[in-house]
């Protein structure tokens, strides 16, 4: 069952934050996020395990709530190459299959 | 050090041909993943490929099948070929699996079915 995410889009200036949600109606293993800009392919940003692993690039922060099913990614003080559409995969054991949320296309203005 | 390589880049085919799509993962990854995206419906899963064996599976009919190679290398068959077919098809890798850093995708294979 695909994860839901939330907005889905969003438009900033330069410099402003933005939160990403993505929430699963199944108990989650783990939540992953990617970034995928126009005519590219998706670039791994982060794992966050249940349990409260995570692993991934430093300058992305997100949070994994267990009991509510939800990962949240938070984007501080954005800047134009944050620009992409955003997607958060989750699974449910693992080894399960990997499932893939509709996405959030995100735009930063100057 | 050299990423996922996809081949071909772009394709055409007809309604009903066949086509095969190849993917040369990281050297060391032995996990191989491919996904269909569409506009309308995202990334879908497809099925996932460890050690020559098919792991997991997505909910696309029969005539999508793979396979992967002693060398990790893997391919994709769809058969009978529909308009709807029409797609990237991405190829992702990983170590063991997504969970240890992510998966690496392909620059994908860009299908068009006429």
Not at chain 1, 19 to 42: D, F, M, T
Not at chain 1, 58 to 87: D, H, M, P, V, W
Not at chain 2, 49 to 76: A, L, V
Request: glycine share 10%; aromatic share 12%; net charge positive.
């Amino acid at each position: 069952q695909q994860p839901v995410q939330s907005p889905q889009a969003v438009i900033l200036r330069e410099g402003e934050d933005a939160v990403i949600n993505c929430s699963s109606s199944k108990a989650l293993y783990s939540v992953h996020w990617y970034r995928q800009k126009h005519g590219e392919a998706p670039v791994f940003l982060m794992i966050l395990l249940k349990g409260g692993e995570q692993k991934g690039h430093e300058k992305i922060s997100a949070s994994f709530n267990e009991k509510k099913q939800q990962s949240s990614l938070y984007l501080t003080a954005s800047q134009l190459s944050y620009s992409g559409t955003y997607f958060c995969g989750t699974e449910w054991g693992y080894g399960q299959n990997f499932v893939f949320g509709p996405g959030t296309r995100l735009s930063v203005l100057p | 050090k050299a990423g996922v390589t996809q081949t071909p880049r772009y394709l055409i085919k007809t309604r009903g041909q066949q086509v095969t799509l190849s993917c040369s993962p990281i050297s060391g990854h032995r996990s191989v993943s491919w996904y269909q995206q569409t506009p309308g419906q995202g990334l879908q899963f497809l099925f996932e490929y460890f050690s020559e064996t098919q792991r997991n599976k997505g909910n696309f009919p029969g005539r999508f099948s793979g396979r992967q190679f002693s060398n990790s290398r893997s391919e994709m068959n769809v058969s009978t070929l529909e308009l709807g077919d029409s797609a990237l098809y991405l190829c992702a890798s990983s170590l063991e699996s997504e969970i240890d850093y992510g998966y690496t995708f392909g620059s994908g294979t860009r299908l068009t079915v006429v």
